[in-house]
């Protein structure tokens, strides 16, 4: 089969298209042909194994995982003896953040972990690009006791985590302000922005407006420059680690004394995503309501993946970035 294999971190660059052997399903495994996936932040890092502490799971000086890719969906083609839960002839969809070895014609995944049939009125492409800011989307929402009406600032909402974060409150009854570049400003107001901040026009730390909670979708920003627009009693989350891992290290002060002294109640909480399977179930009860969208930058095949890490790594991206193989767009 045609996958993309990688034998050290780095750069695109290092991502080569080879034929490798069609891997076999264990007992408690199934066998995916793979329609369609994507390349995401969690993509990026990997294949650069930064932070430097992913090397500790991913492999110290090379990558323990020859194939990367994190999410996928496709075609249930064998079952290990073992499942009862997924048949041959399933269209599935699913995501592993610790490596799934997705960019490849066939991958073998348990069936116990991360997966659920695709949901209806979604094809291959969409299903395959939906679950990873899904997942760390709702991670973020679900640190914190969001109320109906509490007002939410959501800094990089047209990102992958950004855009799936604005539709996921929406759901949750949040009055949400958005903050993204001119061009996307009517695609945030349809997921269900109330408001929306123009980065390249005003600075959002500056608004007068204060907020319940501030959650920064691309980890630009800070605890100290989103302080002056939180509430008394406040919460920040970032999706990334902060400068010096100090969004790790104020939400344990926060844990342990309910807030950061001095900083007039006000917190920091860190998301540490660990339960992946429940967010697929959310998100595609969601898509079956018509709740919530796949939103697609642009398209590259297999062939092309390493120009869809060049684009995706400039931080500019819309939404998700997909990879499609054959049938990609078939429902």
């Not at 959501?154 to 990102?159: D, L």
């Not at 008394?232 to 926060?254: H, T």
């Not at 969208?293 to 939404?319: M, N």
């Amino acid at each position: 089969m045609k996958a993309i294999v990688y034998t050290k971190y780095g750069s695109p660059d290092v991502l080569q298209l080879k034929e490798v052997e069609k891997p076999a399903p264990k007992e408690n495994e199934i066998l995916v042909r793979v329609r369609a996936t994507s390349v995401n932040r969690t993509d990026c890092a990997n294949l650069r194994a930064k932070p430097f502490i992913m090397r500790f799971t991913m492999g110290l000086f090379k990558p323990k995982k020859k194939i990367p890719g994190t999410e996928f969906a496709g075609d249930v083609v064998k079952v290990g003896q073992a499942v009862d839960t997924l048949n041959v002839g399933d269209k599935v969809f699913g995501f592993d953040d610790s490596v799934l070895s997705s960019f490849a014609e066939y991958l073998v995944f348990p069936a116990s972990k991360g997966i659920s049939t695709m949901p209806q009125g979604f094809n291959y492409q969409q299903a395959g690009a939906c679950i990873e800011g899904a997942h760390y989307a709702y991670n973020i929402i679900n640190k914190v006791e969001l109320k109906k009406g509490q007002k939410v600032l959501v800094n990089g909402a047209s990102g992958g985590i950004g855009t799936a974060t604005v539709q996921l409150l929406k759901h949750f009854g949040a009055d949400i302000t958005a903050v993204c570049n001119t061009k996307n400003i009517g695609l945030v107001k349809s997921l269900g922005a109330n408001k929306v901040i123009d980065y390249t026009k005003e600075d959002f730390t500056k608004d007068s407006e204060k907020y319940d909670y501030v959650f920064d979708c691309v980890g630009k920003s800070t605890f100290g420059k989103c302080r002056p627009i939180l509430k008394p009693g406040g919460v920040y989350i970032s999706s990334e680690l902060g400068p010096w891992s100090q969004n790790i290290y104020y939400s344990l002060i926060s844990a342990i004394f309910g807030k950061i002294p001095g900083k007039e109640g006000k917190k920091v909480k860190f998301p540490y995503p660990p339960n992946i399977l429940r967010s697929i179930k959310l998100v595609k009860k969601l898509i079956e309501e018509g709740k919530f969208k796949s939103i697609i930058d642009r398209s590259y095949p297999l062939e092309e993946i390493a120009d869809a890490f060049r684009y995706v790594e400039k931080g500019q991206k819309t939404g998700n970035v997909s990879i499609t193989l054959a049938g990609a767009q078939e429902f």
